[in-house]
């Protein structure tokens, strides 16, 4: 008879650790020896001079010793612990029983029987992908798959917005979605583990195995994955060191990443909260008891702002219903920017009217099919070209000051921003190089940033390098306002509503098209003077277009 016997080869794997600038002190155990340890979960409590992080499993396992002392010393690549991890099952014919065993074996051995055989068996194996460099923190917007689903490398797993920009984030290969690590509102940065994959493959022989090897290590630096053959290295999928959620913020506020999440939930600040772990590391049960201690006692708090106290908190429940709805993470941005631009900047408008009834009968007679664009041009093209000329003509507009106040930076290209109204809230693409471009190449760049904002597809590029501003309110009304500088840059123009109105030529009154204008200036670097031969300019040219040419 022929009896089937299982063999479960199980092999030590060394955790190492992560890529970590600096060293650090290891201040806690999270796992007990023995103790099963699923991938992603945390190890070990790692202290720096700046922040604190918990390491976690870079795959199942079962710890088996520490390599590493509490209050020890490591470092990139410091052995951690030594785990018990499995390697593959063989299945063998044999004139015996049925029994199930389980071989320890050291990862040489493995490699060495893998070599001589013909093939080597490969089942699938459970990956994480974690989030790549964004320049930043971001916010989970919207999961672009759902679990079982298979995806192929460069499809979009989810949608991240920053303060800047959204941006999806593509699978570094091909798999099945096992599940996500992550929660649609949840910050997130660089290192953290996104969604766990499927990866499965068939019998490979030697050489395709080798060459599987290699395909992973293009991958190692976004997947967390157990090797077919184990080699010591550091583990590529740490949870990342950060200044926005270390442990450390000012030296007094100590705890780790899971409870900083549970704060950031529930709206706690952890400096109000006292720790009561071990060298007083604030935990989840102390941030839970602080919540339900203040539910007995609410707390008024006025947070001040540059010296100015901020509006009390009120509780508008008391006169009828509420709702309340978190801010996007461009909407709170915008926030933050907006205050700190009208509190640092001495703020000058200047109101004017500019004529642009030729400017519309000569929109009104182009045609969109003679300039080879999609749609004719609206009044906004010839605003961006009438401006980035002014600029060029008046460099001090096109500068910008020195953060200590005593240099002013003069810029040598022309960039100008436009305010895009979204459902997320207000962001400012910007037209690279606008002073080089025609009116129906503005057409097309203004339209495809616009587009792109509304889909949330706008990337950090679109948004950076502004020199000046462009707000216009279009057709929705107004007859002026007073626009806020888009710090670093020194003025911005406001555009109302144009209306048509009755217009003294020395003899009787004319009809004509006026649009009001609103420019606003850093007073720091332009006086009254410069914003009167700036504003002259850009009314010529929109009266005569044909001033353009000169």
């Keep these: 008879m022929c009896f089937l016997l299982l063999v479960l080869i199980m092999a030590l794997e060394i955790i190492y650790m992560p890529d970590v600038e600096g060293s650090g002190e290891v201040v806690e155990y999270l796992v007990e020896l023995g103790e099963t340890v699923e991938e992603g979960e945390p190890l070990i409590v ?10 976690p499993a870079p795959f199942s396992c079962i710890l088996k010793s520490w390599e590493i002392e509490l209050e020890g010393s490591v470092e990139t690549g410091s052995a951690l612990a030594q785990c018990e991890v499995i390697v593959s099952e063989l299945a063998m014919s044999d004139a015996a029983p049925v029994v199930e065993a389980q071989i320890s074996v050291e990862p040489e051995a493995v490699a060495e029987k893998a070599t001589t055989s013909n093939a080597t068996p490969v089942t699938e194996s459970i990956v994480s ?22 995806f192929l490398e460069g499809d979009p797993i989810l949608l991240v917005e920053s303060d800047k920009a959204a941006m999806e984030v593509p699978a570094p ?43 992973t290590d293009k991958v190692k630096g976004s997947v967390s994955s157990i090797s077919d053959t184990p080699q010591p290295s550091p583990s590529p ?35 109000d909260v006292k720790g009561t772990g071990p060298r007083g590391r604030i935990l989840k049960e102390d941030i839970k008891a602080f919540v339900k201690s203040n539910l007995k006692t609410p707390k008024q708090e006025v947070v001040s702002v540059a010296g100015i106290p901020s509006i009390p908190e009120q509780d508008f429940s008391r006169f009828g219903g509420v709702e309340s709805k978190n801010l996007s993470g461009m909407a709170k941005a ?130 950076q390098g502004g020199c000046f501003t462009i707000s216009s309110l279009g057709a929705t009304g107004g007859t ?70 000169l």
């Excluded at 790692?46 to 390491?55: L, Q």
């Excluded at 009968?361 to 003679?370: G, K």
């Excluded at 004319?510 to 009254?528: E, T, Y």
Aim: charged share 25%; aromatic share 6%; net charge negative.
């Design 237 to 271: 999928s740490p949870m990342a060191l950060l200044s926005s959620d270390s442990s450390k913020t000012d030296g007094s506020v100590y705890s780790g990443p899971a409870s900083r999440k549970l704060a950031r939930q529930l709206g706690v600040n952890l400096e």
């Design 46 to 55: 790692v202290e720096s001079d700046k922040a604190s992080m918990e390491v």
């Design 334 to 463: 915008t926030a933050a920017h907006m205050s700190r631009c009208w509190l640092n900047i001495p703020h000058v408008t200047l109101f004017d009217e500019s004529d642009i009834t030729d400017l519309e009968c000569y929109r009104a007679s182009l045609s969109a099919e003679a300039l080879g664009i999609d749609k004719k041009p609206t009044i906004l093209p010839f605003l961006v070209l009438v401006i980035a000329k002014a600029l060029r003509k008046y460099p001090l507009f096109n500068s910008a000051l020195h953060p200590d106040g005593k240099q002013i930076i003069y810029k040598e290209y022309i960039n100008i921003g436009v305010a895009v109204d979204t459902p997320a809230g207000l962001v400012v693409p910007v037209i690279k190089d606008a002073d080089k471009k025609s009116i129906s190449e503005l057409s097309e760049t203004i339209a495809d940033l616009a587009s792109k904002a509304r889909d949330r597809k706008l990337t950090a590029e679109d948004m």
């Design 173 to 215: 290969f091909s798999g099945t979605l096992v599940e996500y690590l992550v929660e649609t509102g949840q910050t997130i940065s660089e290192g953290t583990p996104l969604v766990t994959a499927s990866v499965s493959s068939g019998i490979q022989t030697a050489n395709d195995a080798e060459k599987s090897v290699q395909s």
């Design 480 to 549: 002026g306002f007073t626009p806020i500088i888009n710090a670093p840059e020194v003025a911005i123009l406001g555009v109302a509503k144009a209306t048509m109105k009755p217009v003294w030529d020395g003899e009787i009154f004319q009809p004509r098209k006026l649009l009001p204008l609103c420019l606003s200036f850093d007073h720091r670097v332009i006086n009254g003077g410069d914003a009167g031969r700036f504003m002259a300019t850009v009314n010529q040219s929109l009266s005569d277009i044909r001033h353009l040419l």
């Design 129 to 150: 992908i974690d989030m790549p460099d964004a320049g930043g923190d971001g916010d989970v917007v919207e999961f672009s798959l759902q679990p079982g689903d298979h």
